[in-house]
């Protein structure tokens, strides 16, 4: 029977262990080699060696509130004061009411976009080097 990350090669008394690791999409893997005499001890070990690796990668905290609570001072003792004010402002202010609820993963453009609606700001008014961007077209008051 075969057990999809676990292989035992008999012969050379070998057991080859992977696991992919949630989340990451199978980008990320953990891989052992050990010596042992037969496939149940092999097995024992594949079962414990996986067990452990997995259990520290439980989706405890996924969430953008978790993460400003857990890594978020981590993060921010490494830049400068001001900018740690400033990023810790946006962070509070403007995206944990919206979107602190979401989990880390599900946050994509199509969530953005969504908030973004709300809150009524037209694609057109996105500000570029601190400037407004005025765009051209039908109906706009911009000279030519």
């Known amino acids: 029977m075969r057990i ?3 292989c035992f090669d008999p ?15 199978a980008r990320k893997r953990r891989r052992k080699t050990v010596r042992v005499e037969t496939r149940d001890q ?3 070990l594949w079962k414990a060696w996986r067990a452990k690796v997995l259990e520290g990668r439980a989706l405890k905290g996924t969430t953008l509130d978790a993460y400003h609570e857990e890594t978020w001072p981590k993060v921010m003792k490494r830049v400068a004061e001001r900018t740690a004010q400033h ?22 453009d199509a969530v953005r976009f969504d908030q973004r609606n709300c809150l ?25």
């Open 4 to 6: 999809p990350g676990f």
């Open 11 to 25: 012969r050379r008394h070998r057991g080859r262990f992977e696991v992919i690791l949630p989340g990451t999409g």
């Open 42 to 44: 092999a097995l024992a």
């Open 87 to 108: 990023d810790s402002w946006v962070l509070e202010k403007v995206l944990l009411p919206r979107l602190g609820r979401y989990e880390l993963g599900r946050i994509n």
């Open 120 to 144: 009524g700001l037209a694609e057109g008014s996105a500000r570029r080097g601190g400037q407004g961007v005025a765009r051209r077209g039908a109906g706009s008051k911009v000279p030519s």
